[in-house]
Nanobody, 124 residues
Framework: QVPLVESGGGLVQAGGSLRLSCAASGRTFSSYAIGWSRQAPGKEREIVAAISWSGGRTYYADSVKGRATISRDNAKNTVYLQMNSLKPEDTAVYYC?????????????????WGQGTQVTVSS
């Protein structure tokens, strides 16, 4: 299991932007699809974005579509989630993990090895 470390969260005003990073060690990183999820207090964790191993396919939840861009740099073993036009409802802890299969990316159980997360707080 490749350990993942999220970073880049913080406090931002509504309308602002953040770029989250998901870094991994190990040579197997580039073989996996990677997903980002988030969990707000009192709410279930939801998948917000995913990217195929090559970066050629990306997937977005309706809640972030048009405001988020997921990308990866396999040479750096890093996946990014650029979030723009942030809203207070985007406030959550954001996590990344490896997908168990490139064909299934929309359920939390489709992933293994969620990191510790990075807090994103959007003030109104």
């Amino acid at each position: 299991q490749v350990p993942l470390v999220e970073s880049g969260g913080g406090l931002v005003q509504a309308g602002g932007s953040l770029r989250l990073s998901c870094a991994a060690s190990g040579r197997t990183f580039s073989s996996y699809a990677i997903g980002w999820s988030r969990q707000a207090p009192g709410k279930e964790r939801e998948i917000v974005a995913a990217i195929s191993w090559s970066g050629g396919r990306t997937y977005y939840a309706d809640s972030v579509k048009g405001r988020a861009t997921i990308s990866r740099d396999n040479a750096k073993n890093t996946v990014y989630l650029q979030m723009n036009s942030l809203k207070p409802e985007d406030t959550a802890v954001y996590y990344c993990a490896l997908a168990r299969s490139s064909l299934r990316v929309w359920a939390v159980d489709d992933y293994a090895g969620w990191g510790q997360g990075t807090q994103v707080t959007v003030s109104s």
